[in-house]
């Protein structure tokens, strides 16, 4: 009985229409990626949208020991007094230009890892190429801690490194706290940040120049371009869609600088221009105990980010005529 169903259900198949066939293939496969995809969704789920129920935080004066339920609701109170509060406003004004002043220099350098990827292709000897992509590679997968502690093995006042040379050498006469400078603090946290990401950043770019038509280099070559002038008209362009998108996507980033760097890099000299708004929050709410204050800042801070993301597609719309979500 089940042999005569099943035939049935298969000349049935065969006597469907075309477009029909399609449709319910359209559908099995969209089936089988949703499945696959359902465990990534419940994980993004479970950690990034199940915490949003710590915003109620923010319209409550929580004080650590005592229950949410029992604390007073004060409604928007923290979020104007964001605006009221002379102090408070200066404060995160200049958390704000610490933050865009160092996602800029981070938009600025994003060239970087363009031209590592550019220059490292360009290397014949493969031995030497896997060497450098190596070495620049692994510090990405180094924690801020122990960058702070290569820093301060090198830039100490007592045992650092440079001191040591620069004293031995006649050069200065005592040693200077470099880490403890405020000076150019927003330029060296950048540099810190390229010398730890560049070459991870450098991949994406690597993998687009391997998927480049190799006979437009060989038709450059018979047609007498130099290495340069192959680099600017034929690899730059085909690097240009990567870069956009990857651009855009950081722009939509432009506020969340993380907190990991500024924490152990951060000082008593240099906290003026280091503190980021991710810092400000952990400061004022873990150390300062002011949950409710950090909770309204950062739940500012999402939708701004949420703002920026829809501004980048816009203008990859405009730029690219391709929308990235």
């Known amino acids: ?32 990626l949703f499945l696959i995809a359902l465990p990534f969704l419940i994980l993004v789920f479970v950690f990034s949208y199940l915490p949003l129920y710590g915003w109620s935080y923010a319209f409550f004066n929580f004080r650590p020991g005592i229950p949410l339920s029992q604390s007073e609701f004060v409604g928007f109170q923290w979020f104007k007094s964001i605006i009221s509060n002379p102090t408070q406003t200066a404060e995160v004004m200049r958390v704000m230009k610490n933050t865009l002043a160092i996602s800029a ?23 030497y190429k896997r060497i450098v992509q190596v070495l620049t590679t692994l510090p990405n997968f180094i924690s801020w801690v122990l960058v702070y502690s290569v820093a301060f093995a090198i830039f100490s006042t007592n045992n650092g490194l440079l001191n040591h040379v620069l004293t031995d050498l006649g050069i200065i006469d005592t040693g200077v706290n470099y880490l403890a400078s ?29 998927n480049i038509d190799p006979e437009l280099y060989e038709a450059a070559k018979v047609d007498g371009a130099g290495r340069f002038r192959r680099i600017w008209h034929i690899t730059v362009p085909g690097l240009m869609s990567t870069y956009f998108v990857l ?79």
Not at 182 to 209: F, P
Request: charged share 15%; proline share 2%; aromatic share 12%.
């Open 1 to 32: 009985m089940s042999l005569l169903s099943n035939s049935a259900v298969e000349k049935n198949m065969d006597l469907a229409p075309a477009p029909l066939k399609k449709e319910k293939v359209k559908m099995k496969k969209g089936l089988q």
């Open 105 to 127: 220099l981070g938009v600025i350098t994003s060239v970087l890892p363009v031209t590592f990827a550019i220059f490292l292709t360009e290397i014949k000897a493969s031995w």
């Open 182 to 210: 405020d000076n150019h603090t927003w330029l060296s946290m950048c540099m810190w940040n390229v010398w730890k990401t560049l070459g991870w950043s450098a991949i994406m770019y690597l993998a687009a120049i391997t």
């Open 247 to 325: 651009l855009l996507l950081q722009i939509a980033n432009f506020i969340n600088n993380g907190m990991e760097q500024y924490y152990v890099f951060q000082n008593a000299i240099n906290k003026d221009h280091i503190e980021v708004l991710d810092l400000y929050v952990y400061n004022i709410g873990m150390l300062g105990t002011n949950f409710s204050f950090a909770t309204a800042i950062s739940m500012l801070k999402s939708i701004v980010s949420v703002f920026l993301l829809f501004f980048a597609n816009k203008m990859s719309k405009i730029l690219r005529g391709e929308s990235i979500i």
